[in-house]
Every structure is written in structure tokens, then in C-alpha cells.
């Protein structure tokens, strides 16, 4: 059952026009700029966070010179507050798309290795069962797909939960881990090097994921053993990006085999012959708790169940 001061404070203190500035503040933290992205003048932006404070008995926002900076309890606040603008806006787009016939739309998100093998059947099942249902795909980094998730810019992510104080709002089905191969061109000049150290590839080129588990899975793993981290790096989470760059260098790039698997069969490029023993956290599905689906979202969560049941992700 809700608490009453939260069914007043719903009822009686929060108005649409509070989250629209919520989520402006979050995107301009700055009161000038956030007012006129939600059609405000300074003093009503000022006025309606003014109400707000007074109702939750709370500062949301630190005042500082060239802007504000939310508190927690603003942080709070925002990510609630677009979570609820998005679901108003999937309900719109649910009923528009119910009257134009069109079968509904789902927003998902995945860390690489499931989007090159399980995201593609399961969105092929889907549109098998349901052709008209629209499907956005979106690849990046774990923590930024579940803070698009939270937010309700995401109705599904496959991939990691990273952050302990997520975790409580979140569902998560695992699904199976990611082992890491050393992947170079063909031609690479260490392909034929069986005496291969970890120090050897301390002072290699490399390619890695921003901000990624495996970046600082591998770190950690040269400092444990005394090295320098290896320090010509390029970064990028572009799938297409890096056999390009591998094509064109000594570079050496750590992935789940299957990404690259369509180049491993052509010869173009190849497996070092080294195992560097590093997997990846187990990634699944992952949704958000109490929330109901739409029906597309619901369609594509079975797609996504059956596709993993057909064993269409590594054995864990």
C-alpha cells in the first residue's frame, strides 16, 4: 500500500510541468538553459523547484554561480522524473501505433558479444511472429544502457549490472560470460611465436573498450604481475572500427571470438597463441522491477528467452 505523504505529494505537489524542468535540469544544470528547453521563464523554473523543495522538506539542487548541481535527492528525482516522462511517451506511442495498425515498438540495448549472436535470432523470431513490431537497437557500455534503462529510454538491455545500488530496482536473468581471445591481422608477426610472455604484450599496441570490465580486467592484470600498463591505446566500442585497425597495424585487440568469427574464417584475421585467461561478467537480461512491458516489449523478452534456450549464447 503507497504511503499517504506520497500519494499527497503525487496528487496534490507534482505537476507535469516539474518533471519536464527535472529532466532539463538534468541535461543543462543550469536554470536559464533548462527553462527555456521546458518553455519557462528563470523565475517560474525557480518558482516550481521552490515547490518542490518545500513539499519533499529537501534541497535538490545546489546553487552555484554558473549553474546548479543536484543533490542526491535531485539525482533521485530526475532519473524518477524521466522514467515517468518516458512512460508517458511510450503510452502515447503504444496508442498511435495501435491506430495506425503498426505493432507496437521496443528500445533495446546490448554489450557486444549478445548483439552478434543473440540479439539478431531473437529479433528474427520476433518478426516472424509479429512483422510490424518496430525494434530500436542500441550497442554500448553495461552502465550506460542500465542508466538509459532506468530512465526509461530503454525497455530491455542485455548486458551487466555493475552498480550495487541499481541492482535493487533491476531484474536480471543470467545468460552466460564472455571469454576473451587475443586477436590480431593475419600476418601478425607473433603468430608464429610460441614463447609468448605477458610482458610481451605489456609493450603492445592495443585496442580496447572505453570504460569497459575487460579494460580493467586487463590492467589489473599487467600491475599484479609488476608491469607497466600498456600505454599506445586506442579506444572504441565500434564493432566495424576494429578490423580496420587491426587490418592496418600490429594492434591487438581482446574479444569474444564469435564477434570476429566471419574474418577468422576468411583468413583475414587470426588467434594469438596465447591464453590470456580473462572472461568477461556474466551478462543476461536485464529489466527493470515492477514495470509492466508493453506488449512489444513483452513479445521481444520472450524472443530474446527462446533465442538463449535454443543456445544461442556460450555455455557458462
Known amino acids: 500500500m503507497r504511503d499517504s ?24 544544470a543550469s536554470i536559464v538553459h533548462a527553462a527555456e528547453a521546458a518553455g519557462l521563464t528563470q523565475p517560474g523554473a525557480s518558482k516550481l523547484i521552490g515547490e518542490l523543495e518545500h513539499a519533499l522538506g529537501v534541497t535538490l539542487f545546489e546553487r552555484l554561480p554558473r549553474g546548479v548541481v543536484p543533490t542526491w535527492y535531485g539525482e533521485v528525482l530526475i532519473r524518477r522524473a524521466g522514467a515517468a516522462l518516458a512512460e508517458m511517451d511510450a503510452a502515447h506511442q503504444e496508442i498511435m501505433i495501435g491506430v495506425a495498425g503498426i505493432g507496437g515498438r521496443v528500445c533495446i540495448g546490448s554489450v557486444l558479444g549478445p548483439a552478434a549472436s543473440l540479439v539478431p ?34 525497455d530491455i538491455v542485455i548486458g551487466r549490472v555493475n552498480d550495487p545500488a541499481a541492482a535493487a ?41 572505453a570504460g569497459g570490465r575487460v579494460r580493467d580486467q586487463l590492467m589489473a592484470l599487467f600491475v599484479s604481475k609488476g608491469l607497466e600498463q600498456p600505454f599506445d591505446i586506442v579506444e572504441t566500442i565500434s564493432l566495424p572500427l576494429v578490423p580496420r585497425l587491426l587490418l592496418d597495424s600490429d594492434r591487438i585487440v581482446a574479444l569474444p571470438r564469435e564477434l570476429v568469427q566471419a574474418q577468422l574464417e576468411a583468413g583475414t584475421l587470426a588467434l594469438l597463441p596465447f591464453d590470456i585467461k580473462l572472461r568477461a561478467d556474466v551478462y543476461g537480461i536485464v529489466t527493470r522491477k515492477r514495470h509492466h512491458l508493453s506488449p512489444a516489449a513483452e513479445a521481444m523478452l520472450g524472443a530474446l528467452r527462446e533465442a538463449a534456450a535454443f543456445g544461442l549464447v556460450p555455455a557458462r
Open 5 to 28: 505523504s506520497s500519494t499527497r505529494f503525487i496528487r496534490f505537489h507534482l505537476k507535469t510541468r516539474h518533471l519536464v524542468l527535472l529532466v532539463e535540469l538534468g541535461r543543462h
Open 169 to 209: 530496482e533491476l531484474d536480471f536473468e543470467p545468460l552466460a560470460d564472455e571469454p576473451q581471445h587475443l586477436i590480431v591481422r593475419a600476418g601478425h608477426p607473433w603468430l608464429g611465436r610460441r614463447d609468448l610472455a605477458l610482458d610481451d604484450l605489456a609493450g603492445a599496441a592495443w585496442i580496447l573498450p
Open 121 to 154: 535470432q531473437a529479433i528474427k523470431l520476433l518478426k516472424e511472429r509479429s512483422p510490424r513490431t518496430q525494434v530500436a537497437v542500441s550497442v554500448d557500455t553495461s552502465r550506460t544502457m542500465v542508466e538509459q534503462l532506468r530512465s526509461g529510454e530503454l
